[in-house]
C-alpha cells in the first residue's frame, strides 16, 4: 500500500445565488494540491509550500488537520500523517478554500487507507474543517469538493446530500476582488428573520435552479440565479458589486452572483468563449476601480478529489 500520494481537490461555489447553505458545484480551476503522507509516529503534522504564509501549522488550527483528525476518530485508526501543501486556493476568495483543503485531506487520508468509507461519509469529517473556518459546519462547499459536479443538501440533520446533473455546455465564469472579507463577519450580517413573501419568491427560485439542471433548460437556469434574502444584504461588502454584475449580464451571462460569502462572484455562460469575456468584463470595472482582481474560467467539475 502506498505510503504518500499528491491530491487536487477543487474549488467550489456555494450558496449559488437562492441556495443558502444548501447548493454548491465544484469548478476544475483552480484548486488545492496536498502531499500527503503516512508517518511512523501518530498525530498529524502540517507544512505548507504554498504561497501563502499565514497558514496555521498547528493542527487543531487547520481546516485539514481538524477535519482529518475527524476522520481518524471516526475509524479510530491510531495512524499518523504528514500533510503538506503545494499549491493553495487563496484563503478569503469566497471560493472554498478551506473546503478544499479539507477535502483533500480526508480524500487522501482515505485513499491511503484502503477507503475504508466511501466519499459521500466522508463529507461530515469535511465539515468540521468548515466549524473551524466560519464558525458553521456548512456542507455546501465541502460536498461538491468531494463528490463533484452540483450538489443539494436536503437536510443538515440528519444529512442527505444529493447530487444533482450537470447540463454539458455550463461554464462559470469567476472574479476574485483582491480585498478581505471573512466568512464569519460576512455570516454576521444577515438577518435573523425573513418576510413570508420573500421567502415564497427564494423556494420558486431555488427550485427553478433545480429544474433547470434537469431539464438542462440554460434560460430556465439563468432566470432562476436571483436571491432576494441574501444578496442584498451581503453585496453592500463588496465593492462595485453591481457595475460587477450588470458587466457579466451585458457581455451574455446567464446570471450573475456572491460566490459563498464573497468577495468573489460567479457567473454562468454557456461556452468557455463566452465565459471568458464575462470574467474581463468583470474584471474591467476592478480596474475602473483601481481594485486589483484574479479571473478564472472554468467548466463545473464532475469528479472532485483526484489522485495527481
Not at 150 to 159: A, K
Not at 249 to 273: D, H, R, V
Not at 302 to 308: A, H, Q, S
Request: charged share 20%.
Amino acid at each position: 500500500m502506498e505510503k504518500s500520494i499528491k491530491i487536487f481537490a477543487p474549488a467550489t461555489v456555494a450558496n449559488v445565488a437562492a441556495g443558502f447553505d444548501i447548493l454548491g458545484f465544484a469548478l476544475e480551476k483552480p484548486g488545492d494540491e496536498i502531499l500527503i503522507r503516512k508517518t511512523d509516529k501518530t498525530g498529524i503534522q502540517i507544512k505548507n509550500e504554498s504561497a501563502f504564509t499565514s497558514m496555521p501549522l498547528q493542527p487543531e488550527n487547520n481546516t485539514a488537520g481538524v477535519a482529518l483528525q475527524a476522520y481518524l476518530d471516526a475509524i479510530e485508526s491510531k495512524q499518523g500523517f504528514e500533510i503538506t501543501f503545494i499549491k493553495k486556493v487563496k484563503p478569503g476568495s469566497g471560493i472554498g478554500s478551506s473546503a478544499a483543503s479539507s477535502a483533500a485531506a480526508v480524500f487522501g487520508a482515505n485513499e491511503l487507507l484502503g477507503n475504508p468509507l466511501p466519499a459521500k461519509d466522508l463529507v461530515a469529517f469535511a465539515m468540521e474543517g468548515e466549524r473551524l473556518a466560519s464558525g458553521s459546519a456548512h456542507a455546501d462547499n465541502v460536498a461538491p469538493a468531494l463528490l463533484g459536479g452540483f450538489v443539494l443538501i436536503r437536510s443538515y440533520h440528519p444529512l442527505d446530500i444529493i447530487p444533482l446533473p450537470t447540463p454539458e455546455r455550463l461554464c462559470c465564469s469567476i472574479i476574485h476582488p483582491q480585498i478581505e472579507l471573512k466568512t464569519e463577519d460576512a455570516r454576521k450580517v444577515l438577518k435573523k428573520q425573513i418576510t413570508l413573501q420573500n421567502a415564497v419568491v427564494q423556494w420558486g427560485n431555488t427550485a427553478g435552479l433545480i429544474a433547470g439542471l434537469f431539464r438542462e433548460d440554460y434560460a430556465l437556469f439563468g432566470r432562476s440565479l436571483q436571491d432576494v434574502i441574501i444578496e442584498p444584504t451581503r453585496s453592500i461588502l463588496i465593492p462595485g458589486y453591481d457595475q460587477m454584475k450588470e458587466a457579466a449580464l451585458q457581455a451574455g451571462a446567464l446570471g450573475c452572483n456572491i460566490s459563498g460569502s464573497g468577495p468573489s462572484l460567479f457567473a454562468f455562460s454557456t461556452s468557455l468563449e463566452e465565459a471568458s469575456r464575462v470574467a474581463e468584463a468583470m474584471q474591467q470595472v476592478c480596474s475602473s476601480l483601481q481594485i486589483d482582481s484574479d479571473i478564472y474560467v472554468s467548466r463545473v467539475n464532475k469528479k472532485g478529489p483526484i489522485v495527481l
